[in-house]
């Protein structure tokens, strides 16, 4: 079993950078693949970024692409994603999660989920 808790949410303006921030416990971290995903209000939670359980695979939304990076150190069992040239579309709860399948951009192959962070752009 794996236990998620994000941080690095909150309040920016469009244009800035923002850094979140994913620990996760227990011993089998590195057995996992890992992703972001984000959920913004009246809207379903969407794929946003996904790394393989090495760091060697990483996978983007389009719509995040060139803008977010996703990085994981399972030294320290925490997989961040950077996200620079934020903008307000942005806005959403994230999510990070993990997936033991090689299926890591989609959604019901996670089975373990954090409790999400808040991230609000504003124009």
């Known amino acids: 079993q794996v236990q998620l808790a994000e941080s690095g949410g909150g309040l920016v303006q469009s244009g800035d950078s923002l850094r979140l921030s994913c620990a996760a416990s227990?011993?089998?971290?590195?057995?996992?693949?890992m992703g972001w995903f984000r959920q913004a209000p009246g809207k379903e939670r969407e794929f946003v970024a996904a790394?393989?359980?090495?760091?060697?695979?990483?996978a983007y939304a389009d719509s995040v692409k060139g803008r977010f990076t996703i990085s994981r150190d399972n030294a320290k069992n925490t997989v961040s994603l950077q996200m620079n040239s934020l903008k307000p579309e942005d806005t959403a709860v994230y999510y990070c999660?993990?997936?033991?399948?090689?299926?890591?951009?989609?959604?019901?192959?996670?089975?373990?989920w954090g409790q999400g962070t808040q991230v609000t752009v504003s124009s």
């Open positions: 227990g011993r089998t971290f590195r057995s996992y693949a």
């Open positions: 790394i393989s359980w090495s760091g060697g695979s990483t």
């Open positions: 999660a993990s997936t033991r399948t090689a299926a890591i951009t989609v959604r019901p192959a996670y089975d373990y």
